[in-house]
């Protein structure tokens, strides 16, 4: 996987928009009991975007033992304007030029060689619920992160199709809790380096669609 390199790495302090509030700390974000678990999606207007944050703001009841942040590659100006001013009960990260995108490594898909048969029903839904967007828009993988303290990378996941990612809020928290199992003190003398080996397995996890 493409992402298997940024385990152990930390992502430098950044400040971030929200649909709603700019200029956020991401540090301060970090700072809670529990990991983030931050997933990258194309523009907030694509179906699997769309498809996806609808299905989590649905599960949200069943996110346990961790916190969710979703980020999207359209400004804050383009979804609050689509949400009306409305907030979101987890934080909406809006990354319209793409920075942290590029800093991550977040690929763009492949044509067909990105397609999977639930992205086809998506999209199949969205056209004919006569939903359009921007087709010309960067047409990225999904990427999703586990991330601690001080933005220290602790799981990734590139995704190998469109809709490569956990599927709801349930699935959520089973990732988190796996990686902090795998990287809780064992018994004798602690280690404060977790085992990358350990936490780039996301096949276990059985996301493939």
């Known amino acids: 996987m493409k992402s298997e390199h940024l385990v152990g790495t930390s992502i430098p302090r950044f400040t971030y928009d929200t649909p709603t509030v700019p200029g956020n700390d991401f540090y301060a974000l970090c700072e809670g009991e529990h990991p983030l678990c931050m997933i990258f999606l194309p523009g907030f207007d694509h179906p699997v975007s769309r498809e996806y944050i609808t299905r989590y703001l649905k ?42 995108y590029g800093y991550l490594g977040v690929e763009q ?29 960067p047409q990225l993988l999904p990427l999703t992160l586990v991330v601690g303290h001080l933005g220290k990378i602790l799981f990734t996941h590139s995704g190998r199709s469109q809709t490569d990612l956990p599927e709801d ?5 089973e990732i988190v ?3 902090e199992k795998a990287t809780s003190p064992t018994d004798g003398p602690a280690d404060p380096h977790c085992s990358d080996e350990t936490l780039t397995l996301p096949d276990l996890m059985g996301w493939d669609n």
């Open 169 to 173: 809020c349930a699935a959520i928290s």
């Open 59 to 100: 599960t949200l009841p069943q996110l346990k033992g961790a916190r969710l942040v979703c980020v999207v590659r359209s400004s804050a100006q383009a979804v609050a304007k689509a949400t009306h001013g409305s907030d979101f009960p987890f934080p909406v990260i809006c990354d319209g030029p793409g920075v942290l």
């Open 177 to 179: 809790r796996a990686v």
């Open 109 to 137: 898909t492949r044509g067909l060689l990105s397609w999977s048969f639930a992205a086809q029903k998506i999209y199949k839904a969205a056209r004919d619920a006569g939903y359009h967007y921007d087709t010309k828009a």
